[in-house]
């Protein structure tokens, strides 16, 4: 069930550097190195397989761009939340 703008704007202030782009709940990750970013994305993936819940990710040079929706649901459901909050949580 896809939640109102409303309601996606006040539950993203909970949470430090997500924004809402084009009916995606994304955060750009900065990291010293690499590596790290691909680690990061192999911590996301086992969150996302746990869930079965995956995201968008584009892995750059000591970054990681993470994109989140429900394309069952075509927009932004409380399985994206969820998905970010484990993300945060590590
Ligand atoms: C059957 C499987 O659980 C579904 O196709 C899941 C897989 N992962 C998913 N991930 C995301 N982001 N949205 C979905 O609608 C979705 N559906």
């Known amino acids: ?18 924004e809402v782009q ?9 990291f010293h190195s690499y590596m790290e970013g691909v680690d990061f994305v192999n911590q996301i993936a086992a969150a996302a397989e ?22 069952d649901e075509g927009g932004i459901t409380e399985k994206d939340f969820e998905l970010i909050r484990r993300i945060e949580r590590g």
Do not use: N
């Open 22 to 30: 084009d009916d995606r709940l994304t955060k750009t990750f900065r």
């Open 1 to 18: 069930m896809k939640m109102s703008d409303q309601e996606i704007a006040s539950r993203i202030k909970s949470f430090a550097g997500w």
């Open 50 to 71: 746990s869930l079965q819940h995956h995201p968008d990710l584009l892995l750059g040079y000591c970054q990681v761009k993470v994109a989140v929706t429900t394309h």
